[in-house]
């Protein structure tokens, strides 16, 4: 468990600059995603693939593009693992990048990872040569074996998607990253700015949020929120904190 | 209750452009925390009297006047209301301000607030004409009780002074930012950037901590934190989150 | 802190087989309130004074004198110390008991303790001869107080009466715990069982609640549980709970 | 998601008159086991295989005969799916029954579930006519699956097995209670009595723990407990809580 935090996100063989990684669903329209990306700082950005290929309609595309933003694809809501893999082939093609964030959904309710289904995708990508980042359950054991069979990260959920119930578990996510050799991402649950911090303070390396940002209020104000508190959290745990104590203890001594 | 975070925090006639005030308590030595001053942005720093008149040794003082940070006597240790009028009288001669942090402390296990001779240094420094910032439980009635004498803000605990242990009772927070009419300032507990984040999410006007930069591995790492956790709390509030949700809501709708 | 539970609750000379005071407010009917005081196995029971001097209207009196139950009066609604002084001396006329459960209320909305009026009421009533038991926040400054001025026994909220919000604190009712020489008894707030448990956990005497009875769908199987969870607690308090660990430590080893 | 909880447990085609199922690891001495058994009230008891087994050593399989207890074998320790029905066959031979607590766990660490040989077990047993009552994770999505290959119950965690960490992730038992359609008991993580409750609270139909009672420092007293905790929160859920409220409500109205 590295107790020092890089100054940059090390992902595979790429290095990015910010921490905090965004999801494009959710926004009311392009004007406003694209100010909420500005402001996030974000360099890489989750696209789903059928808004890609919706002929034409690859707005989302040309907004990152102009932004000088990566595009990770993501093969959001597919259910099993030979949906996810074809999808996941597909992005490579539109998209010119063996990169992808596999969602392999088990339900519309709960939108929670299907484990079964996710190991097998993971693996099926990893021999054709994808650098695979899985969005995952908060399970340090399947987190474990994803990393095993040659994911380039591990990206735990905080709490199920769109809850914004943020961080249900932090002693799971601490386990994750105190066992894990690559960058942990908390990904999805993530309700507002603190969650965010947490989840750096936690050990994670990133965080990835879409719904936090596109869904609230001003999406601009909390894409800033956001970029703030990742960068808070990261410092902090950098910087050491303070034991946890059961009484008082004065700031003002003698001296 | 207001739902829009101005750019500046404004207490009585003075107007901050940063939200975070720190306390110097706790520091190794003046380098560090002149150091750790500058990373946090800060513009009003606390200094306990006695620091202030041990003969000479106004070091402190000297730091803040380099950085143009203004100095906010604190009667930090005083057990009475005799005693804290007293003191707040003396740091008004010393530092040449009627501004200060009021502090009556009942005993050195807990250091926490004495309400009633609290309530009682409050009426009496208001009468004699100082701009009262009074630090206190995270008891809603005596908060506006401290309100209704006239102090002109209201600093309610998260946690005991120095345990790290954030904001116990976050619920309380809320109630006395539902009914404050003067800045409600977080005051004690914070341990770590998400804490203070919280605090700025649940309302409050701004943060004061001391020993969570102070006595952190890194203080000067830890006071950027600080500075960038406060801002994500405050956009946050400002930007509106998402509603909590049981069941999860897909960010990537079929659009 | 004592270790080990007693079997029985004492307070000042008196001896009480159940852990579990009752509330008799919001109850929808009498017959209901029956059933429940007799699941609840309660010995101690309070009732409010305006609703006992209510002209004849005496019925929670007779159906505690017919269950054997004792009636603490309570000041419910006082608004200041002259108010609550004055109640508890009509209640002592009415029901024939030295003994006083001391609310005084800051407010309809919060209904939380006036802290100044109520250390004001416990003086004058602990000097006018009676057993005072003063419902008051959770700091443990105010508990001791309280003690220090001879009540007999102290009376911190879990949170806000009638929210169900449970133990909002638990530091803090550990605290007022740790440093208490008489009964510490946790008092509003309670939502559910765990809520009770809880309390006897950190260390409380007793628990008192109305509310989560009261208005409970289903009132005597709900005092049950609470009759049930009181228990529970304060023999795993007694019992000496395990530590909490990171990892996982087996439960079956070689042997 | 049934509200009313019946006042028995039913497992395939047997019912229980208690809620609470013991392990027997960790016991210092058989007496004080069986001492702990009786206070416990339980009528299902998990034997590790390999303490029974241990030639001739059957003293646990003794008391619970004596006891009128139901010996529930258990692949404790067991780390593939291989193993796991091997061990289960070597158990149904020597126990004289079909119903099996299934461990696959993943590692010594965290002896956490591993997910994926889990159900691989789970599946291959059901085949082999086996009750099937599986440790697993606190994952809706793999519950789910548990009971769709055939499971007679689910028994997610709270936290990791000796850990005393009580239930890190309500809203997961929710979401499991909510979507199952055989009995859910939670097993593993319990430390203490307020911990049990809260189990049954959320919609557990047992609670099953070891640790929490054979570590405790007196654990027949701790047995008795968890016995009463267990009552109280499925009284406490069958009763229908009060709704949680931000503000205060009057339990004493005019009336």
């Not at 107790?3 to 009311?28: K, W």
């Not at 010119?96 to 519309?108: G, P, S």
Request: net charge negative; proline share 5%; hydrophobic share 50%.
């Amino acid at each position: 468990m590295p107790t020092v935090v890089r100054d940059e996100l090390v992902i595979a063989d790429r290095t990015f600059g910010s921490r905090l990684i965004l999801g494009t669903g959710g926004a009311a329209n392009l004007a406003v995603l694209e100010e909420a990306l500005v402001a996030s700082g974000t360099e890489l950005t989750t696209v789903a693939l059928r808004r890609v290929d919706a002929g034409g309609g690859t707005g989302v595309l040309d907004v990152l593009r102009r932004l000088g933003i990566t595009a990770l694809p993501n093969t959001a809501g597919c259910r099993g693992a030979a949906e996810a893999v074809f999808t996941a082939a597909l992005a490579r093609e539109a998209l010119e990048t063996n990169w992808v964030k596999l969602e392999v959904i088990a339900d519309e309710r709960t939108l929670l990872p299907d484990a079964i289904e996710l190991v097998a995708a993971a693996e099926q990508l990893v021999d054709d040569g994808f650098v695979v980042l899985p969005y995952t359950t908060d399970d340090p054991v399947l987190a474990r074996r994803l990393e095993d069979v040659g994911c380039a990260a591990v990206m735990p959920l905080g709490s199920p998607i769109g809850s914004g119930l943020g961080i249900a578990n932090p002693h799971a996510i601490e386990m994750i990253v105190a066992q894990a050799g690559v960058p942990v991402i908390l990904d999805a649950g993530i309700g507002t700015a603190s969650d965010a911090a947490l989840a750096m303070e936690l050990g994670c390396s990133a965080v990835l949020l879409a719904s936090a940002v596109t869904r609230a209020a001003d999406p601009p104000t909390m894409a800033a929120a956001m970029a703030a508190a990742v960068r808070a959290g990261a410092l902090a745990r950098q910087a050491g904190r303070i034991p946890r104590r059961f009484w008082a203890e004065a700031s003002s001594p003698a001296l």
